[in-house]
């Protein structure tokens, strides 16, 4: 294996690399049963030999054409505005996501923003003028009187009632902080 973590190309995914005198924890190991001479609990030492495959799946190693982590996303956080149809964003309802840190890496931003939209919901993330922010703004009803409710997507009666003036939705205002690696 060179030194920059890639895989050497005589190697292939299927041969088996010893480690010497490496800590580790086949717990976390996404095929136990491919690591020969280690039980399956605890930490053990010496010598053991893994699949180079297994250890792509992990990210311990990549493929030469592969690139390193290269994005860290660092937090995500939200603010719920009220939200009129016709005069825009009002109040801040003291709603929202706090900030939350996330310390998730990923290869490409593209991965990242699905990453965000499949563990959060949110879409359609635009660069904000500082470097590392991205923003995106999402309609939200209020169905937090109602049981397994909170900040929901607005039914069709909803966003029609709104657009009428006749009923309220709001704009939740999501943040997420990056950076390159």
Known sequence: MA????IDEELTRENTISIEGFIWNTEGLPHPDSIEGIGKSGWRSGMVKVKIS???KMGFIRKPEEPAHSFFLESIDSEIMEDSYEEGEGS???CGLPMTPLAEKFRSK???LKWVEDNYGFTDFEENESPGIMATTKTVANH???QNGGWMEPT????EL???GRGKLYAENVTIRYHKT
């Open 3 to 6: 030194k920059d973590g890639t």
């Open 54 to 56: 297994d250890l792509e």
């Open 92 to 94: 801040y309802t003291g």
């Open 110 to 112: 593209e991965e990242m």
């Open 144 to 146: 937090s009187s109602e």
């Open 156 to 159: 069709e009666k909803e966003v």
């Open 162 to 164: 709104w657009k009428l």
